[in-house]
């Protein structure tokens, strides 16, 4: 079996992925660790820095910045919960792609050859509702979505 885990830097995607250690031992599975980089987000992130700041001259500059940011924060992430996977003798991997969320979770989780994907049940944002991508993969990605909370 192979196990598909989400992991979006937030402390949900990492109880998840905690979750996914046990059934990965149950089952012996081996387990992805799969993250998705959107330039868009990042593009987002130093406009609203630029218009709060009032300093616009450099606003490809503050994405070029947040951009290496996001990129450098999630591959800690994932080699931190590969080093904890390692430790319990888990054969996995992780994958780091760029593009649209919602089309590159489907493409991997319905291409991948999995049995189970795993994710938090919110992002990054932590708001008390569901996580938005749960929303807009659910009823797309053909094998098994186990939600974590």
């Known amino acids: 079996m192979k196990i598909l885990v989400l992991i979006d830097g937030s402390k949900w995607s990492q109880k998840a992925a905690l979750h996914a250690i ?5 089952k012996n599975a081996e387990v992805v660790l799969f993250s998705v980089l959107d330039i ?6 130093a406009f609203n820095f630029c218009t709060q700041s009032g300093i616009c001259e450099m606003l490809k500059d503050y994405e070029g910045r947040i951009w290496n940011d996001m990129k450098k924060s999630i591959a800690d992430d994932q080699n931190n919960i590969l080093t904890r996977y390692r430790g319990e003798k888990i054969l996995c991997s992780g994958k780091i792609v760029e593009g649209n969320i919602r089309d590159e979770v489907i493409k991997e989780a319905n291409s991948g050859g999995y049995g189970l994907v ?3 049940a919110f992002g990054r944002s932590g708001k008390n509702r569901i996580s938005a991508l749960l929303e807009q993969i659910g009823g797309a ?3 098994p979505l186990l939600v974590v909370r």
Do not use: F, H, I, Q
């Open 118 to 120: 795993v994710m938090g």
């Open 40 to 45: 868009a987000e990042a593009k987002a992130m």
């Open 141 to 143: 990605v053909k094998p």
């Open 22 to 26: 046990k059934l990965a031992k149950r």
